[in-house]
Structures are given as structure tokens and as C-alpha cells.
T-cell receptor, first 113, second 115 residues
Framework: DSGVTQTPKHLITATGQRVTLRCSPRSGDLSVYWYQQSLDQGLQFLIQYYNGEERAKGNILERFSAQQFPDLHSELNLSSLELGDSALYFC????????????FGQGTRLTVV | KNQVEQSPQSLIILEGKNCTLQCNYTVSPFSNLRWYKQDTGRGPVSLTIMTFSENTKSNGRYTATLDADTKQSSLHITASQLSDSASYICVVSARMNTGFQKLVFGTGTRLLVSP
């Protein structure tokens, strides 16, 4: 158990809908990262937050947004969902930044039908 | 462009045999290199993390090497076990202008250990 908790584990929704994925980082970790992994693909970096502030953006669609709350948990909002958004969404956390270890949650499997 | 390339894409070996996975990167400025193991449908789990000055690091039956001059890394697995069947992902950390790091992921090598 990495200490990073993601909910829900599975999510099935229809095209055009909006969902929210939640991530609780390890106790004390300030950085949260979101990644998308489509079937048989590598991990694609979406966005990073550090202590409530956005720090880096990857290939995140405009339909997607995220935020990190004062208690350091983070939410990834996906709207106007398309079939191609079906993927595993991983959250990772690290104590701060730099040469620190990043620990991954078990992911949320999103299926858009 | 920051890229991480891994080879082979997939590999099948017999239980008990050794294997070596390769990682080439063009990430700059380099901060560190990590190898992760990802079981199907699960989150990646860190195996090793190496900085610029480290050439070799071991974690049980896993040994990672790093050649910062040629920008190559390898992960050697000895005496493979069925539980080693997984994807192995090479991740290189780049230090951004903001001072924060960006993780660049390879697409992974899918290893199958056959009985």
C-alpha cells in the first residue's frame, strides 16, 4: 500500500457527462500529480499541484480541470466526456519536489459508454 | 524534446532466467532516473531511483545501471520469478525553469515470465 488513496476505483458513465476523481496523498506529501493511461499505452502526465498551487501542466485537455484543496487532497474533473477518455487515471504524491520519490495510487478506471 | 525510449517493447523469458531491459533518454536538464514496476491495472511501484552520480543501484533481484554520458539506463532482473511478469517503466525527471521537476515516462517494457 503506497499510502495514496484514489476514489472511486471504477466509474462507468455516458458520453457528455461530467465526473470527479478524488485523490488523497500520503500523509505529509505536498505534491500531487495526475496521469492518464489509456489501454496498452504509457502514462501521460496531466497536471501537478504543490501545496494548493498548480505547478506544471502536461497534455491536459481543456475539458479537464483539477485542483488541490487546503487539506492537500486533489480532485480531477473531467467534463463533456468522450469515448476516448476511457482510461486509468492515476494520482501520485511526493513530499515536496526535486529528487523525491513519487508514490502512486491504485488508479480510477473510467469507462465512458 | 524530452523523450524516454524503452526496449524491447515486450519480452518473454523462462522462469529462473535473467533479462535486461533498456532505457534511452533525451531529457534535459537531468535530475534523476527511476524504474517502476506496474502490474496490470495497478499503480506503478518504484524499484530504484538514481541521480547523476550513481552508476548502479540494486533492489533485491533488480539491478539498475545509469550511464549519464550516453544517457542510457538498464534494468537487470536475475533469477526471474512468475511474479516478475509486469510492465517495467523507465521515468526520467527533468528540472524545469520553475525549479520543480517534470517526470517523463517511457512507454514501458512488458515482461512475461513463463513457467
Amino acid at each position: 500500500d503506497s499510502g495514496v488513496t484514489q476514489t472511486p476505483k471504477h466509474l462507468i458513465t455516458a458520453t457528455g457527462q461530467r465526473v470527479t476523481l478524488r485523490c488523497s496523498p500520503r500523509s505529509g506529501d505536498l505534491s500531487v500529480y495526475w496521469y492518464q493511461q489509456s489501454l496498452d499505452q504509457g502514462l501521460q502526465f496531466l497536471i501537478q499541484y504543490y501545496n494548493g498551487e498548480e505547478r506544471a501542466k502536461g497534455n491536459i485537455l481543456e475539458r479537464f480541470s483539477a485542483q488541490q484543496f487546503p487539506d492537500l487532497h486533489s480532485e480531477l474533473n473531467l467534463s463533456s466526456l468522450e469515448l476516448g477518455d476511457s482510461a486509468l487515471y492515476f494520482c501520485a504524491s511526493s513530499p515536496a519536489d526535486g529528487d523525491t520519490e513519487a508514490f502512486f495510487g491504485q488508479g480510477t478506471r473510467l469507462t465512458v459508454v | 524534446k524530452n523523450q524516454v525510449e524503452q526496449s524491447p517493447q515486450s519480452l518473454i523469458i523462462l522462469e529462473g532466467k535473467n533479462c535486461t531491459l533498456q532505457c534511452n533518454y533525451t531529457v534535459s536538464p537531468f535530475s534523476n532516473l527511476r524504474w517502476y514496476k506496474q502490474d496490470t491495472g495497478r499503480g506503478p511501484v518504484s524499484l530504484t531511483i538514481m541521480t547523476f552520480s550513481e552508476n548502479t543501484k540494486s533492489n533485491g533481484r533488480y539491478t539498475a545501471t545509469l550511464d549519464a554520458d550516453t544517457k542510457q539506463s538498464s534494468l537487470h532482473i536475475t533469477a526471474s520469478q512468475l511474479s516478475d511478469s509486469a510492465s517495467y517503466i523507465c521515468v526520467v525527471s527533468a528540472r524545469m525553469n520553475t525549479g520543480f521537476q517534470k517526470l517523463v515516462f517511457g512507454t514501458g517494457t512488458r515482461l512475461l515470465v513463463s513457467p
